[in-house]
């Protein structure tokens, strides 16, 4: 089992910025952001491979840069430029197997609310 806790989410103005944080048991597998706005369907936003590859959703790319600290098992989410449709509950998660944009992630955190006013 790995344990996940996310924190960094808040309240924004249109065009402000955040750093999420999720801090793992490990980060030596494939970890992700995946968000879910009120009332839709959950969304990759961009995964880091174990091999180091990245993978950002088209709506993010530009936006928002997914990294980590393996020495403080940290996964990190920079938001810049936020808009009023990243409102969301964002979610960090990992899984040895699965990597991409897509939801089949094994390990979940508990989410971390995200909400831009315009």
């Known amino acids: 089992h790995v344990h996940l806790v996310e924190s960094g989410g808040g309240s924004v103005q249109a065009g402000g910025s955040l750093r999420l944080s999720c801090v793992a048991s490990?980060?030596?597998?494939?970890m992700g952001w995946v968000r879910q706005a009120p009332g839709k369907e959950r969304e990759g936003v961009a995964s880091?491979?174990?091999?180091?590859?990245?993978n950002y959703a088209y709506s993010v790319k530009g936006r928002f840069t997914i990294s980590k600290d393996n020495a403080k098992n940290t996964l990190y989410l920079h938001m810049n430029s936020l808009q009023p449709e990243d409102t969301a509950t964002f979610y960090c998660?990992?899984?040895?197997?699965?990597?991409?944009?897509?939801?089949?992630?094994?390990?979940w955190g508990q989410g971390t609310p995200v909400t831009v006013s315009s």
């Open positions: 490990h980060t030596r597998y494939c």
């Open positions: 998660a990992t899984d040895w197997n699965s990597c991409g944009l897509g939801p089949g992630y094994r390990y």
């Open positions: 880091l491979g174990s091999d180091g590859h990245l």
